[in-house]
Structure formats: structure tokens, C-alpha cells
């Protein structure tokens, strides 16, 4: 199980799967404004070190950063634990809250149903394989 990132850790992160790698100054680059300090991003940056989201090889006098953790993987239990946490594990009631809160339109639904039943139409090993 993955650890929780807080959003300044998930921001870089998201930075640092879009970059493949970099160091400090390549991520900075990649902040809107306003950006953090560099010394700030460094911090973070060697958080992620230590939780063991990303590795970093010496280049130089700088550390090249990779990430290490799947963006998909993290996105996936990240999701389901929102569900769990806040809708009591139920996606019925993430679906009604955002009709609701009218923040899903009709045709997204419609798309998000046509996605499920294409899913359920397929064979059941290719359903587990794809999950893997």
C-alpha cells in the first residue's frame, strides 16, 4: 500500500511523471506561479526520496530524480480510498453527489455507463488481466 502524498508532495509528483526525470530546477520550471522556493521544492523532493515514490542518481554536482512509484497505480488506490473515506465505499454514491451537486452531465454519465457495461461485456481473464 502506497503511502498518502500531501498536495504539495502530489504536485511534484505529477510533475515528475510528466518529466520521466529531472532535477530540482527542471521541476521548478514546471510550477505556475507562484512557485515555490527552491529550497522548499528540494525539501519536498527529498521527502518523496524517503517515502520511496522516486530514487535519484548523482549527475554532477545535482541528483537526478526518477520516479519510481506508477502514476496510474497511485491515482487507482488514491481513488478508492476517497470512496472509501468519504462515500463509505460506495461509487453509487460518488455518481448521485456529483449529479447532485450537478458537476456530471447526462451525456458523461451515459459515456461513464457505456464504459461500464463494455467492461462487463468482456470476458471475465481479460477483466483480471487488465487489472494486474
Same mark, same amino acid.
Given at each position: !500500500?502506497?503511502?498518502?502524498?500531501? =498536495?504539495? #508532495?502530489?504536485? @511534484? !509528483?505529477?510533475? $515528475? ?16 506561479? +507562484?512557485?515555490? +522556493?527552491?529550497? /522548499? $521544492? ?7 526520496? /524517503? ?5 535519484? $542518481?548523482?549527475?554532477? !554536482?545535482?541528483?537526478?530524480?526518477? +520516479?519510481?512509484?506508477? #502514476? @496510474?497505480? &497511485? ?10 473515506? &468519504?462515500?463509505?465505499? =460506495? &461509487? ?6 456529483? @449529479?447532485?451537486?450537478? /458537476?456530471?452531465? @447526462?451525456?458523461? $454519465? ?6 461500464? #457495461?463494455?467492461?462487463?461485456?468482456? +470476458?471475465? /481473464? ?7
Amino acid at each position: !500500500m502506497l503511502e498518502k502524498l500531501s =498536495s504539495q #508532495e502530489e504536485e @511534484a !509528483m505529477f510533475i $515528475l511523471w510528466r518529466l520521466k526525470k529531472g532535477v530540482v530546477r527542471d521541476v521548478l520550471e514546471h510550477y505556475s506561479e +507562484p512557485k515555490p +522556493p527552491y529550497t /522548499t $521544492l528540494s525539501s519536498i523532493i527529498k521527502k518523496l526520496e /524517503t517515502k520511496k515514490f522516486v530514487k535519484s $542518481l548523482i549527475r554532477g !554536482m545535482s541528483r537526478e530524480y526518477h +520516479p519510481i512509484v506508477n #502514476e @496510474a497505480e &497511485y491515482r487507482k488506490q488514491s481513488v478508492n480510498s476517497f470512496v472509501k473515506n &468519504y462515500f463509505a465505499d =460506495s &461509487y453509487s454514491d460518488v455518481v448521485s453527489f456529483f @449529479a447532485r451537486e450537478q /458537476t456530471i452531465s @447526462a451525456n458523461e $454519465l451515459r459515456e461513464i455507463i457505456q464504459l461500464i #457495461e463494455k467492461q462487463e461485456s468482456k +470476458p471475465r /481473464t481479460a477483466r483480471k488481466n487488465k487489472r494486474k
